[in-house]
């Protein structure tokens, strides 16, 4: 009974987790690049656009 509470828990924690990636990717922001180039030395596509 404790595995299928944990699974349910976990499994909630994911949908929510994907759900905000896909409320994101529809407001125009990157699911993968936050934007910030300091990070990444600038390797990303971000400033070219």
Partial sequence: MG???????????????????????KAGKSVICGGECKHCGGACNYNRK
């Fill in 3 to 25: 595995t299928l509470i944990v699974g349910a828990a976990f499994l909630a924690a994911v949908v929510f987790v994907i759900v905000g990636m896909v409320k994101d990717k």
